[in-house]
Structure formats: C-alpha cells, structure tokens
C-alpha cells in the first residue's frame, strides 16, 4: 500500500508499506523534478528525435552526462581515463536547494570531464563524457 500527502507546495510525504519518504518536487517550464534519497530524476516525455539520437550513440552508458537543471558544480569525483560502473556518482551538482548526483547509467570509461567544482552549468551542459564497455 503507498500513501502520499502533499502538507506544503514542493514536498511529498510517502509511506509505502512501512518505510516513511520524503520527496521534493519542482517545476521549470514543462518538465518536473523529483528528488528523494540523494537522488533526483526529471520527469519528461521524450521526443522522437530524442530516442533516435540516443540509439545513435550507442545506448545507454555511451556518450555524455549533461545536467538536467541549471547549477553550481560542488564536486567532480572522476578524471579522464577512470573506469566506472553503473550506478557510480560522477559529478555532485547543487540546483534549486537540492544535492543531485549525477551517475554513470552504465560501466565504461571517462573519456572526458567538461567541468569542475565551482562552475555554474546551464541545463544540457555537457559535464561527462564516458566511452561504454559494450563499445
């Protein structure tokens, strides 16, 4: 059973079975943000040309991480040449009042860092560049 109250605009309180979890939403023109346990996810249907350009690239884990949100760079945890696994934080990136990790969607190798701490991003920035396993 998942239960949800909304008790003031941006916060969602859940309760899925026993576990009790707070998340927060927001808003930037169409698309929406959740965050919740360290992590966020944005909430966007994507366009044709969109999923056509990934399967171009190989799928997911090939090409670059681009941040989903405008903010300010906290930490970049890899280098150029490091391999990573799916699932590993790459980059720590601060964006309306939220801590996003922004993670390897697959294992590879960092063909590229395009940031570092202190920088401001703009949404779609490329901040990694990883090469897959697969590829």
């Keep these: 059973e998942v239960r949800a109250q909304r008790p003031e605009h941006g916060r969602l309180n859940l309760q899925v ?7 927060y939403v927001a808003s930037e023109g169409q698309r929406r943000y959740v965050a919740m346990a360290g992590k966020t996810w944005e909430l966007e249907r994507p366009k044709p040309e969109q999923k056509r350009r990934a399967n171009a690239a190989g799928g997911p884990g090939a090409g670059s991480l681009e941040s989903s949100m ?16 799916r699932g590993e934080t790459l980059v720590l990136l601060e964006a309306m009042k939220m801590e996003l990790r922004i993670t390897a ?5 960092v063909t590229g860092v395009r940031c570092k701490a202190g920088d401001v991003v703009d949404r779609g920035q490329v901040l990694v560049e990883i090469a897959s396993d697969d590829g």
Excluded: H, M
């Design 105 to 109: 969607p697959a294992g590879g190798t």
């Design 17 to 23: 079975g026993d576990q009790r979890l707070r998340a």
């Design 70 to 85: 405008p903010g300010l760079v906290l930490d970049v945890l890899v280098s150029a040449g490091d391999a990573v696994e």
